[in-house]
């Protein structure tokens, strides 16, 4: 078998250190000796973006915010959903991730990052929803592993109560949340519901529409009109 490569490394927010492997033409990103994603498995961020955007689908120029870069499956797909009008901001807090998707992980999801509708901002998604009012049709958070926040304190923000009224705060009328998370959480989606969400859980599969195995969860959560 093909060992790993380290690639490059970075120091995670909040402590920690982030490592981009490769294998061949597979990519792995990990934390602390911990996988948090692998370019053989994206199906469910790309379901992300495909869900949420199902939702919007005919509004007029609409408008995006994706927290969390990944590695640009989510960003991708987003875009292949948006017609010509539609504009898409990725907020990325770890700087090292957005020159990785512009280097070596750029043709992975089709270089999305190239697209003249993406705005990257190398910043906390938190600090996007605190400083925007009814900006966006749709927010989109693949941060950390889900509501536990696994990799940084301070994502935890991003799930609580606070952070859940920012976000609808951030979004247009019956704009969606939709939230990526490894696995169920029902404190979490209870949590939608009583910050004033009409919310579904869905659950999707790990490698994509089709496929077996490890299955991942997605809120989506509309704002009322």
């Known amino acids: 078998m093909i060992p790993w490569e380290l690639i490059d490394s970075a120091q995670a927010s909040g402590g920690g250190e982030l490592r981009l492997y490769r294998r061949g033409r597979e990519y792995s990103i990990q934390v602390n000796g911990s996988e948090l994603m692998n370019s053989r498995i994206h199906g469910s961020e790309e379901?992300?973006?495909?869900?949420?955007?199902?939702?919007?689908?005919?509004?007029?120029?609409?408008?995006?915010?994706?927290?969390?870069?990944?590695?640009?499956?989510?960003?991708?797909?987003?875009?292949?959903?948006?017609?010509a009008d539609g504009r898409v901001v990725v907020a990325e807090l770890v700087p090292a991730v957005v020159e990785w998707n512009r280097g070596p992980l750029a043709d992975l999801a089709g270089y999305p990052l190239d697209d003249d509708r993406v705005t990257v901002r190398e910043q906390d998604v938190a600090l996007v929803l605190r400083s925007e009012q009814q900006a966006y049709d749709a927010i989109l958070l693949d941060v950390d592993n889900g509501p536990e926040a696994m990799t940084r304190r301070g994502n935890a923000w991003?799930?609580?109560?606070?952070?859940?009224?920012?976000?609808?705060?951030?979004?247009?009328?019956?704009?969606?949340?939709?939230?990526?998370?490894?696995?169920?959480?029902?404190?979490?989606?209870?949590?939608?519901?009583?910050?004033?969400?009409?919310?579904?859980?869905v659950r999707v599969p790990a490698r994509g529409k089709g496929q077996g195995g490890q299955q991942h969860t997605i809120w989506l959560a509309v704002r009322e009109a």
């Open 47 to 83: 379901a992300l973006a495909d869900l949420a955007c199902a939702h919007i689908a005919g509004l007029p120029a609409p408008r995006i915010l994706i927290g969390g870069m990944g590695m640009g499956y989510t960003t991708a797909a987003a875009l292949r959903r948006l017609g």
């Open 158 to 201: 991003l799930y609580g109560r606070t952070g859940l009224e920012a976000a609808s705060a951030a979004l247009r009328p019956a704009g969606v949340l939709a939230v990526w998370s490894a696995g169920p959480d029902r404190a979490f989606t209870e949590r939608l519901r009583l910050t004033g969400f009409k919310v579904d859980e």
